[in-house]
């Protein structure tokens, strides 16, 4: 059974930092491209921040310089270091893994960054 689940969100005034966790278990972690993604109130699931399972990162422009995706291939764990955050980075965060067999999400975790 695939599990991800994410932890580390919470309330961050603006330039503030946070950093997510995505424990994954049920798969081949080391194998799957590892992702993670948000969703703000109304608004579409954007991806954040992906890092390959070769070990290459992309980022959304609106993040690049300020977040950083890495992974523990003995931990099964991704993260997403969040520095300077910003109150348009409000979201709730999704993990994601894609791979051979799927796609699978977590159910997220809220980040509000407000003064």
């Known amino acids: 059974q695939v599990q991800l689940v994410e932890s580390g969100g919470g309330l961050v005034q603006p330039g503030g930092s946070l950093r997510l966790s995505c424990a994954a278990s049920g798969f081949i972690f080391s194998l799957y491209t590892m992702g993670w993604y948000r969703q703000a109130p109304g608004k579409q699931r954007d991806l954040v921040a992906s890092?390959?399972?070769?070990?290459?990162?992309a980022y959304a422009g609106s993040v690049e310089g300020r977040f950083t995706i890495s992974r523990d291939n003995v931990q099964n764990t991704v993260y997403l270091q969040m520095n300077n955050l910003k109150p348009d980075d409000t979201a709730v965060y999704y993990c994601?893994?894609?791979?051979?067999?799927?796609?699978?999400w977590g159910r997220g975790t809220q980040v509000t960054v407000s003064s």
């Open positions: 994601n893994a894609l791979g051979s067999r799927g796609s699978y």
């Open positions: 890092l390959s399972y070769g070990g290459t990162a």
